[in-house]
C-alpha cells in the first residue's frame, strides 16, 4: 500500500458495519482487496521444504494453477485430517450456529466482514464436510449448510484462513469450546497440500530449517549481535556480561524468538535478559543452530512445527544441559506448552528444573523440562534474590498485553503482572474484557504481519489499540508491555496508528531496568539509552 | 427462506401425523420403534466414531492462571490441572453453559469507542430451554414405568408448585415455549445470527416448538385419554405392543414429532449434546508441561541435525571460534 492511499483511521471507523450484505454467504464471492491479503509464497521455499505442488502463483490472479485432481487432493487430505483429529471431526458436526462466537473475533470487529465471524469461517470448511462426508448433506443439501467445493471456494479458504491469526479467542466463548484456529490449521494444511500458503509463513519456515532461526540469520551475524548487545549493555549500565554460545556442559539452554536479537523494541528485552543472567550468575548457554524459540510451522502444518521444533530438544541432549528456559513469545510458547513433548520428546536425558538462586523445583515443568523466563525471573523477585530499583521505570506507564497464546493455552497470566508490578511503580489493567484469556490479538499474528496486509493488520488490531487507547486518556499510559516477539514488531505501527504516543516494550527490560548490580555505574540511562531523570522531569513539566 | 422453508417442513409433518392417526398401527408402533431405533443407534454410532478419533495434542483453551509456582494462585476450574478440575469444568460446561455466561456484545459507540458489553440474554433463553426440556422429558417417564416412580412424582410437583389452574399447570411448558420463542426471535431479528442460519436450525426449533405446543394442547386444551395412551406406551416398553382404540388424532402428531426428532437427531446439529463431552478443548486438563501426552501417530519427518548445519557452516564456525563437534 503506498502512503499516500493509506486508509486513514476515521475512514475504517465509519466503514465498519456489523449488518451482514443481502446477499447469503454461499453466494458471495470472495472479493481480494488490496492491502487485506498476505502475498502467495515463492516456489523455492516449498521446494526447499520437499512440500507438495510447489509452483508460482498470485492471489490476485484468476488462474491459480491447481493441478488438475485438486478435487481430489484435498478430500483425501480432509479424510485423513478427519481421521487424525479429534477436534477437526467433531468440530465439523456439533456447532449449533449459536452466534456466541460471532463478535469475539477481533477481525470481524475490525472489519464487519461476516466471513470473519469464527463460526462461519469454520462454516466455509463444513460446508464441504457436509455435502461430501456426511448423509444428511447429500440428502438436504443447502438445508443443512452444505456446498459444493470449487475453485472459487478455494480462494474463499485462502482469504479467510490467512485473516485468523490462530489466537483461539472465539474458542473461550464458544459452548462447546469449538476452537477456529484448529479449524484454520486444518485449513492451511488442506491448502499446502495444493501449494498454496503465503511466503511470510514458508519462507521464515524454510530460514529456520536451514540456518535455525526465521530471518535466515547465519552463526557469525548471530554471534555478531548477541555481542552487540553485550556491548550496549556495557555502555548503558557499565556492567560487563557474556554471553556463551554452543557453550557444552552449562546447566541452561536459554531459547528466545530470533526477533529479540534482530528486533527492536525486543532488543531491549534481549539486554534485560542478559542482565538477568549475570545478576543472579546463571551457568547457561545459547545455541547459535537452535537460534530460535519461534515457531512458524505452527502457522503452516503439524509436520512442519515438530520439524522445526525438533532442533531444541537436539540441541540441549548435544549440549548437556541440564534444562531450558525459553525467552518473551506467544506462538513460540504455544509449541513449547501444547505440542513439544508429544511430538519430539521424551526428554529423559534433561533434568526438571531447579533455579540455583532459590532452590524452586519447577515441577509443573517436569516433562518438558523447559520453562518461561517469566516463571524463572518471578521466582527470583519473590524469593527477594534481585535487587531492584523500580523508579528507574518511572519513566514509564505501562498496561499489559496479554499475549494470545501464553494466555489461551497456557494460563500464564500471573507471572508477569506480579514481575512487572515489582519493577515499576505506575501500572494500569486495560478493561476486563480485553485481557487475560479475554484478551485481544494483536492482529499480526500467524503469519499475517505483513507490509502487504496491512490494512487487515489495523483492522484486526483495533479492538486491542481500543483498549490502549482508553487507559491511554483514564491513566495517561506511555506503554504497552507484553511478551511476544510478534507482539514486539506489529504493535508499535498499530499503535503509531491507533494510539500515538505509546510506546511497546517486553516485560524484561523492565527488570533490566530496575536491576542493581553490582560494578554497574550510575545508570543515568535506561536500556534504550534515554536519560532517566530528563524523561521523569518532561513528564513532570 | 430459510425460516419459511423449515416452517412449512413442520407444517407439513404436522399433516402427516393427522392423517397418521388412521394408521395407529404404523404410527403408533412401527415408526415410534424405527425412530427409537435409528436414535440409539445413530447415537452409538457417533459416539464410537469419534471415540475411535485419537486426540493427537493435548490443546485445552486456558480460561485461567496455570498451575505453576506454588505461591500462585492456579484455577483449577478454568485452567484444570488434574482430573478433579476437568471433571469440575465439564459440569460446569454442561449444566451451567459457563462459557456461553461469558458472553459478551461488542459495540462501537460513537463510531470510535468499542466496548463490550455483558450479555446474558442468550444464557438465559439457552439455561430455560434446556433445563425445562430435561425436565419435561423426565416427567414424561410417569408413562414409562407402573408404578411410576417416586423421584418423578416428586418432580412433577415442583413443577407444578404455582397451582394457578387445574390440571396443575407446569412451569416448564410455559419456560419451554418462551425460551423457544426468544431463540427463534433472536434467529429472525439478530442481523447476525439471521446471517448465519440455517435452514435446519430453524428445523431444529420449529420441531421441538411442535411437540412442545401439541403436549400443551393435549394437556389444557384438547384432553386425551391419558389412561388409554399409558397402555400404549406400556406395551411399546414391554415389546407387547397393542394399540388401544380411541387415542385421539392430536396424540399422534405429538408422537409423530417425537419420533422425527429422535431419528433427526443423530444426523444433526443436535449431536452438540454428546459432543460437548468428547471437545479436546474442554475436557483435558493443562498438565501439558507435567505429564506428557502420546500422540498415537506421531510422524516421522525430516529435520535438520545439528550435524548437517555443523556440515554447512563449518568454515564460518571456525573462523567465529564457535566449538565444533567434528574438526572436519
Ligand atoms: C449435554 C446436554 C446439552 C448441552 C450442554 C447443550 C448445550 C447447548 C448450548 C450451550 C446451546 C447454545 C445456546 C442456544 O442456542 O440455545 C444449545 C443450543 C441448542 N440445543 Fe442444546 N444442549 C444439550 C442437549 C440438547 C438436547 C437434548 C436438545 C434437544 C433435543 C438440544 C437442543 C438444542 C437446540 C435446538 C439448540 C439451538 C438453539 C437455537 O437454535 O438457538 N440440546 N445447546
Ligand atoms: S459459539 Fe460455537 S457453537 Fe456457537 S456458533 Fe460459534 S462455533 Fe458454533
Ligand atoms: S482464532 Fe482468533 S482470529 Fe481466528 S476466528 Fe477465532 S477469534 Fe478470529
Known sequence: ?541 | MNFITSFLLTVGLFIVGYFGSRLPFVFGLVIPYTALTLFVLGLVCRMIAWARVPVPFRIPTTCGQQRSLSWIKSNNLESPFNLLGVVGRMFLEVFFFRSLFRNTKAELYDGTRLVYGSNKFLWVGAMAFHWSFLLIVLRHFRFFTEPVLPCVLWLQDLDGLFEIAVPAFYLTNFFIVAALGYLLARRLFNPQVRYISLGSDYFALFLILAIALTGIWMRYIDKVDVVKIKELVMSLVAFAPVVPDGIGWLFFVHLFFVCVLLAYFPFSKLLHMPGVFFSPTRNLANNNRAKRHINPWNPEVKCHTYEEWEDEFRDTLKRIGLPLDKAE
Not at chain 1, 500500500?1 to 493509506?6: N, Q, Y
Not at chain 1, 494466555?407 to 515489582?422: F, S, V, W
Open chain 1, 1 to 541: 500500500m503506498s502512503e499516500e492511499k493509506k486508509i486513514k483511521p476515521n475512514e475504517i471507523l465509519a466503514g465498519i458495519d456489523y449488518n451482514p450484505p443481502a446477499t447469503g454467504w454461499m453466494d458471495t464471492p470472495v472479493d481480494f482487496k488490496k492491502g487485506t491479503f498476505c502475498n502467495s509464497v515463492p516456489a523455492k521455499f516449498m521446494e526447499y521444504l520437499g512440500q507438495p505442488q510447489p509452483h508460482e502463483w498470485k492471489s490476485y490472479q484468476d488462474d491459480w494453477g491447481l493441478p488438475d485432481n485438486w478435487r481430489e487432493i484435498i478430500f483425501e487430505g480432509m479424510r485423513e485430517r478427519l481421521k487424525k483429529f479429534r477436534t477437526f471431526r467433531v468440530f465439523m458436526d456439533i456447532c449449533v450456529r449459536c452466534g456466541a462466537c460471532a463478535d469475539k473475533c477481533h477481525f470481524f470487529i475490525g472489519s464487519g466482514d461476516p466471513k470473519n465471524m469464527p463460526v462461519l469461517r469454520a462454516e466455509l470448511l463444513r460446508a464441504v464436510y457436509k455435502r461430501d462426508f456426511t448423509l444428511a448433506g447429500k440428502i438436504m443439501g443447502r438445508f443443512v449448510g452444505a456446498r459444493k467445493l470449487t475453485v472459487q471456494g478455494i480462494k474463499e479458504w485462502f482469504y479467510y484462513f490467512f485473516q485468523c491469526t490462530e489466537c483461539r479467542r472465539c474458542s473461550v466463548f464458544c459452548p462447546y469450546g469449538i476452537d477456529t484456529a484448529e479449524i484454520t490449521m486444518m485449513g492451511r494444511e488442506l491448502l499446502n497440500l495444493l501449494g498454496l500458503n503465503i511466503g511470510w509463513v514458508t519462507e521464515p519456515a524454510a530460514n529456520c530449517f536451514r540456518t535455525g532461526n526465521h530471518l535466515g540469520i547465519e552463526p557469525h551475524a548471530f554471534k555478531d549481535s548477541i555481542e552487540f548487545a553485550c556491548d550496549d549493555v556495557f555502555d548503558n549500565t557499565g556492567v560487563k556480561v557474556e554471553a556463551p554460545i554452543n557453550r557444552k556442559g552449562a546447566e541452561v539452554l536459554f531459547v528466545s524468538p530470533s526477533a529479540d536479537y534482530f528486533g527492536t523494541p525486543h532488543y531491549y528485552t534481549l539486554m534485560g535478559y542478559l542482565l538477568l543472567f549475570h545478576a543472579v550468575g546463571l551457568d547457561y548457554t545459547w545455541s547459535a543452530y537452535a537460534s530460535e524459540g519461534g515457531n512458524f510451522g505452527l502457522f503452516h502444518s503439524h509436520d512442519m512445527m515438530k520439524r522445526l521444533n525438533n532442533k531444541i530438544y537436539h540441541e540441549a541432549k548435544r549440549l548437556k544441559v541440564k534444562y531450558i528456559i525459553g525467552g518473551e513469545c506467544g506462538h513460540m510458547w504455544r509449541v513449547l506448552h501444547q505440542y513439544m513433548d508429544t511430538m519430539n520428546g521424551p526428554t529423559d536425558f534433561l533434568e526438571v528444573p531447579v533455579s540455583h538462586v532459590t532452590g524452586t523445583r519447577f515441577d509443573h515443568a517436569a516433562s518438558t523440562k523447559m520453562i518461561h523466563i517469566s516463571e524463572f525471573t518471578a521466582d527470583l523477585i519473590k524469593h527477594n534474590k534481585l535487587k531492584l530499583d523500580p523508579s528507574r521505570n518511572n519513566h514509564w506507564n505501562i498496561t499489559f498485553h496479554d499475549s494470545c497464546n501464553p494466555a489461551r493455552a497456557m494460563g500464564l497470566l500471573e507471572e508477569p503482572r506480579y514481575i512487572i508490578k515489582n519493577v515499576c511503580n505506575n501500572f494500569h489493567e486495560m478493561p476486563e474484557n480485553t485481557i487475560r484469556e479475554q484478551t485481544f490479538c494483536c492482529g499480526s499474528g500467524s503469519g499475517l504481519g505483513t507490509e502487504e496486509n496491512m490494512e487487515m493488520r489495523l483492522r484486526g488490531g483495533l479492538p486491542r489499540a481500543n483498549a490502549v487507547k482508553y487507559v491511554k486518556e483514564k491513566h495517561g499510559v506511555n506503554c504497552l508491555a507484553c511478551m511476544c516477539a510478534i507482539d514486539k514488531a506489529t504493535l508499535p505501527p498499530l499503535l503509531e496508528y491507533w494510539v500515538p504516543g505509546v510506546e511497546v516494550a517486553g516485560v524484561h527490560e523492565f527488570v533490566g531496568n530496575a536491576l542493581n548490580i553490582e560494578g554497574q555505574n550510575e545508570r543515568t540511562v535506561d536500556l534504550r539509552g534515554e536519560p532517566i531523570k530528563e524523561q521523569e522531569e518532561k513528564k513532570d513539566a
